[in-house]
Antibody, heavy 118, light 106 residues
Framework: QVQLQESGPGLVKPSETLSLTCAVS?????????WGWIRQSPGKGLEWIGS???????YYNPSLKSRVSISVDTSKEQFSLKVTSVTAADTAVYYC???????????WGQGTLVTVSS | SYVLTQPLSVSVALGQTARITCESN??????VHWYQQKPGQAPALLIY???NRPSGTPERFSGSNSGNTATLTISTAQAGDEADYYC?????????FGGGTKLTVL
């Protein structure tokens, strides 16, 4: 059973960098899935941030691409998200996900709330 | 940008059938995936590739996709089906979600 667990600071100051990590268990991060990040602003819908394959190939939401990077550490069975120059608009619950063949998200972390505030 | 349009809300009487639509130009040419999000929980995959149910999705949930509309059908609606439902597609290596539909079971 694949399990995903997000971790990282719950509070980030404006203009700083948001950093989150997702630990993968129950499945090898190198075994065919894509791994990604989705966020949900309070009371709003879902927004895809980007995804990565274990080889390092990445796909980003064009609207966020200039500020986002996703990386994978196969030795630690985890992948990470960085969002630079954050503003209040980046306040959201961030979910890490596993994407079967890079298409649909059939595994989700529980989500972690990140608030951008001074 | 690929826009997926869902109704903000749908209401259904207990035991009746609810239909939630997801509209976009020629969406029938794409694979549509549906997610269910109950209050306070992470979303969960409900239907993938238009019509397929993951293990764990009751048979009461079904999907279809043709032309400009994909539809999620919930038969014999139960109180526990109250949730937000999102459709999702891929277009030019980008994932797009619909705005979500809140299902109310009366």
């Amino acid at each position: 059973q694949v399990q995903l667990q997000e971790s990282g600071p719950g509070l980030v100051k404006p203009s700083e960098t948001l950093s989150l990590t997702c630990a993968v268990s129950g499945y090898s991060i190198s075994s065919g899935y894509y791994w990604g990040w989705i966020r949900q602003s309070p009371g709003k819908g879902l927004e895809w941030i980007g995804s990565i394959y274990h080889s390092g190939n990445t796909y980003y939401n064009p609207s966020l691409k200039s500020r986002v990077s996703i990386s994978v550490d196969t030795s630690k069975e985890q992948f990470s998200l960085k969002v630079t120059s954050v503003t209040a608009a980046d306040t959201a619950v961030y979910y890490c996900v596993g994407l079967y063949s890079g298409t649909y998200c059939d595994h989700w972390g529980q989500g972690t709330l990140v608030t951008v505030s001074s | 940008s690929y826009v997926l349009t869902q109704p903000l809300s749908v209401s259904v009487a207990l035991g009746q059938t609810a239909r939630i639509t997801c509209e976009s130009n020629n969406i029938g040419r794409k694979n549509v995936h549906w997610y269910q999000q109950k209050p306070g929980q992470a979303p969960a995959l409900l239907i993938y590739s238009d019509t397929n149910r993951p293990s764990g999705t009751p048979e009461r949930f079904s999907g279809s996709n043709s032309g400009n509309t994909a539809t999620l059908t919930i038969s014999t609606a139960q109180a526990g089906d109250e949730a937000d439902y999102y459709c999702q597609v891929w277009d030019t290596s980008t994932a797009f979600f619909g705005g979500g539909t809140k299902l109310t079971v009366l």
